[in-house]
């Protein structure tokens, strides 16, 4: 039987950016044959404005029958004002919990094409490649109670609640020792330990899990510490493991040394490798429309797809050097044009793609 692939482009420029990507992974699955029926639904705003809510039961189960996810992104600002609780970004949250997606991989890899784009120095730059491990189903984002209430008093005060289990940990922490195995034997854990009891149960337990992976060295890290090191001397990282909202914010700060937001893809996964893959950044409200946003962080996690559930390593290579060629080729979305280099839109970047991987 076919393998089935569930393609949900979004909202803002998720329709945009997914139309590029799937004409390269049609590509891929004809020149490799892979054997992939592609079929679409709704996420997130456009969920709401067809089903009512921003994820249908129904959507949840075609993803659970799926065999991956091609996801591109959720969210703006017609729906910022609705009932928080049908906000676009909750139909996310529940497909990647539904599914189990605990595993989230986020690879800052600077294109030396794109050093003159990099928010960073060239040398600071100049052969980058961090892979960050951000555990995606706990924590913050999950944990109950949370609440907005008013007072007695009259006034209004929110909460939310950090709870990490020993079990969340283990399980993401030994995706990083594993990632930190096959790259290069280092793995930094970023937590706020020195403050939070959710993060001082995090560094007990990945100071456990360590024991199996004495080829491994281990570092811990403060996460504003971090922060403050990615830009100052980014090369010192080769994977880092942290947990969902440090995640979130140190995996957009990681996308300027590459360029763009729109250069990075991620896979998420559950334990047996079966994935929804999306790029890191948003729905791009500002510059949705406008057929000039950057599809590749889409198209590389395409890539991710191929390499992570199917283990298609050969098609997967392919779209990396395809991107690569184009990039040599001197073609830039504005997010990542500099001087010397030809603008172009969406589709005319895809298309190029699409070309280059036609001729490998
Ligand atoms: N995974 C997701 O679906 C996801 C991720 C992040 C944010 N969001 C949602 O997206 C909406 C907008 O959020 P935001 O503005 O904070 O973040 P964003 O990532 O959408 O945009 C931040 C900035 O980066 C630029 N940008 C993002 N992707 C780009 C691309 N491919 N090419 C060129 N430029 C690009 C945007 O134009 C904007 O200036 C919100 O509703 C937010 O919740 C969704
Ligand atoms: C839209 C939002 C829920 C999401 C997150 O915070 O996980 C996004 O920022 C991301 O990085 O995928
Ligand atoms: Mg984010």
Do not use: A, G, K, V
């Given at each position: 039987m076919s393998k089935q692939i569930l393609v949900l482009p979004g909202d803002g420029i998720g329709p945009e950016i997914m139309a590029e990507a799937v004409k390269v992974l049609e590509l891929a699955n004809e020149k490799y044959r892979l054997g992939f029926a592609l079929s679409y639904d709704e996420l997130g705003g456009a969920a709401v404005d067809k089903y009512g809510v921003p994820l249908a039961d129904e959507t949840l189960e075609r993803a659970r029958q799926a065999d991956a996810i091609l996801l591109g992104a959720v969210g703006g600002p017609k729906w910022d004002s609705i009932d928080p609780a049908i906000r676009p970004e909750r139909g996310l949250l529940k497909i990647r919990s539904q599914l189990g997606l605990f595993g989230n991989l986020r690879p800052a890899l600077?294109?030396?094409?794109l050093a003159a784009a990099s928010s960073l120095k060239p040398e600071i730059v100049a052969g980058l490649d961090i892979l960050i491990v951000r555990e995606l189903t706990g924590g913050i984002y999950f944990g109950q109670p949370r609440e907005s209430k008013v007072l007695d008093n009259g006034e209004r005060m929110a909460y939310d609640t950090l709870p990490y289990s020993e079990s969340e940990i283990r399980r993401i922490a030994k995706v990083g020792f594993d990632m930190a195995r096959v790259r290069n034997k280092k793995l930094c854990s970023v937590d706020k330990a020195n403050v939070l009891a959710s993060s001082q149960l995090w560094r007990a337990v990945v100071e456990e899990v360590a024991k199996d992976y004495p080829d491994v060295e281990l570092s811990h890290m403060y996460v504003d510490n971090a922060a403050m090191q990615l830009v100052r001397a980014p090369k010192q990282f080769d994977v880092i493991v942290t947990d969902n909202m440090f995640g979130d914010i140190l995996s957009d700060e990681a996308s300027m040394l590459t360029g763009s937001i729109g250069m990075l893809p991620s896979a998420s996964l559950d334990a047996d490798n079966k994935g929804m893959y999306e790029p890191c950044h948003g729905s791009a409200p500002d510059i949705a429309g406008k057929g000039i946003a950057n599809p590749l962080a889409t198209i590389l996690s395409v890539s991710m797809l191929l390499r992570y559930s199917f283990a298609q390593v050969e098609a997967a290579n392919a779209i990396e050097q395809a991107v690569s060629k184009v990039l040599d080729q001197g073609l830039r979305t504005g997010d990542i044009w500099s001087e010397g280099c030809r603008k172009v839109g969406t589709a005319e970047m895809g298309d190029a793609v699409v070309a280059a991987l036609a001729t490998l």
């Open positions: 600077l294109y030396p094409q």
